[in-house]
């Protein structure tokens, strides 16, 4: 058996290379998982952008310098086990390489699903490193693994953006100025927030999007960036940073004067990324989902942390599933080479807001 992998040079993510190798023999209490499909979204992105500072290219090494594997999030099927508590056969929900195999060392498992103990993700965040059987997870439903691995991983995140800012009472602001607004968090995030009847929601975003943010009855208002001038400047405002614009930051800084907070959180403009400089009023803070997780972990416990997280997370894919208007539309793309074409066109930004694309590496 071999693995084929999709390598990205770490520091020019347009180079890209098809990477297979023969497959060793699995060590005591090792499992090979089959990669069967995973989402590749902007999300994933922000992994390759941030490689470096977040620690991405940690999860899954080549073992060649300069060269990085980006994670994807989406479902895998044990082929063989070395591991007494995993079988052959169970279906897993979690963080993947974007390879047609991964290898893991489960431990601590118990009959929700394990964490991978390689010695290499010892030290990383506990959240990318669970594994969850599908067939004890509460989020689960085998008519919609498409929508799961689009979305669950991003919706946790635009759920935890809006828990923390209302646990910190929207720093005094109404409005919130979510960018990118047409990207997948942006808009979960926007559902999450259009829940509280005392806040505006604001979507700003490029001309070609706006029709399709004003479809999902989310925000509010939806500006485009070339006219966000014209809404009041000294209004309390929050902004939330999904496209990681350096340019458009400053703008927003000089702009709003009344800016409350200013949180970052991903970085779908890769090609305009970099230092904010100084920048007038709050020095922009980089939003950690796991943070938050931890805080509710602490407040709830895991059970009313994923109880809660359930029932939003029902609310949100009924929505985006909605037979009269869906928010989303699969497109499938199978075999490495169609992977790697889609990671390229995924990177230069210029996809369809509303298509959901599901990739494998596995050969069709």
Avoid at 152 to 175: C, E, M, N, V, Y
Wanted: charged share 15%.
């Amino acid at each position: 058996m071999s693995t084929t992998t999709l390598l990205v040079r770490q520091d020019q993510l347009a180079t890209t290379r098809l990477s297979t190798t023969e497959d060793t023999a699995l060590a005591d209490g090792q499992v090979r998982v089959r990669v069967e499909q995973f989402a590749l979204t902007a999300n994933n992105i922000t992994y390759a952008a941030l490689g470096d500072m977040l620690n991405y290219w940690q999860f899954f090494p080549t073992g060649e310098p300069g060269w990085g594997i980006v994670p994807v999030w989406g479902f895998g099927l044990v082929l063989q086990s070395t591991h007494p508590a995993i079988a052959v056969g169970e279906r897993l929900y979690g963080y993947w390489p974007m390879a047609s195999h991964a290898v893991l060392s489960p431990q601590r498992a118990t009959p929700q699903g394990f964490s991978d103990g390689a010695p290499h993700r010892a030290g990383l965040h506990a959240v990318y490193n669970h594994y969850l059987r599908t067939s004890a997870d509460g989020l689960y439903r085998a008519d919609n693994e498409d929508v799961q691995a689009l979305l669950r991983p991003l919706f946790i995140t635009s759920w935890l953006i809006d828990d923390f800012l209302a646990d910190q009472r929207f720093f005094g602001a109404k409005r919130m100025l979510l960018s990118s607004a047409s990207s997948k968090t942006a808009y979960g995030t926007a559902f999450q927030l259009a829940q509280r009847h005392d806040i505006e929601v604001i979507g700003l975003t490029s001309p070609g999007n706006v029709a399709f943010c004003e479809s999902l009855g989310s925000y509010d208002g939806v500006v485009t960036y070339d006219t966000l001038d014209q809404l009041d400047g000294a209004t309390p405002s929050v902004y939330i940073d999904f496209a990681g614009s350096v340019g458009l930051r400053q703008r927003i800084h000089a702009h709003f004067t009344g800016l409350a907070y200013s949180c970052s959180v991903g970085a779908s403009h890769v090609q305009d990324l970099g230092g904010a400089g100084q920048l007038p009023g709050p020095r922009p803070v980089m939003f950690f989902a796991p943070a938050q997780v931890k805080k509710r972990h602490a407040d709830w416990g895991a059970e009313g942390l994923n109880d809660r997280l359930v029932a939003a997370w029902n609310q949100f894919s009924t929505a985006v599933t909605a037979p009269s208007q869906p928010w989303l539309v699969v497109q499938r793309h199978t075999g490495p080479e169609a992977t790697q074409a889609l990671f390229a066109a995924v990177l230069a930004g210029n996809g369809d807001p509303r298509a959901g694309h599901i990739a494998t590496m596995q050969a069709g």
